[in-house]
């Protein structure tokens, strides 16, 4: 199976940018698509970014044209680009990896974003 340990999260202002980064370990990274979700208080973990197979991506309306997410099967990395962030955005993010033939997801611990002034 696949360890994920994401890093990046911290408290930004409005209209700033963070870049999260998740590296996995423990098996081989190009079995496994790749994504993002997140966990606001009170709400539901929802999708932020994904890939869904090679190099096609999905992202959650609220993420389009501000985050952009990327991988590096080099370093067994994914990456998620936000730009533009708003209050809204404050949630925990987790990576997600799930395997190309088994289906099955594991998770990282998640990294807590807080966009506030």
């Known amino acids: 199976q696949v360890q994920l340990v994401e890093s990046g999260g911290g408290l930004v202002q409005p209209g700033g940018s963070l870049r999260l980064s998740c590296a996995a370990s423990g098996s081989i990274f190009s079995m496994y698509l790749m994504g993002w979700y997140r966990q606001a208080p009170g709400k539901q973990r929802e999708l932020v970014a994904r890939f869904n197979s090679g190099s096609i991506t999905n992202y959650a309306e609220s993420a389009k044209g501000r985050f952009t997410i990327s991988r590096d099967d080099d370093r067994n990395t994914v990456a998620l680009l936000m730009n533009s962030l708003k209050p809204e955005d404050t949630a925990v993010y987790y990576c997600?990896?799930?395997?190309?033939?088994?289906?099955?997801?594991?998770w990282g611990q998640g990294t807590q974003v807080t966009v506030s002034s």
């Open positions: 997600n990896a799930r395997h190309t033939v088994t289906g099955t997801g594991y």
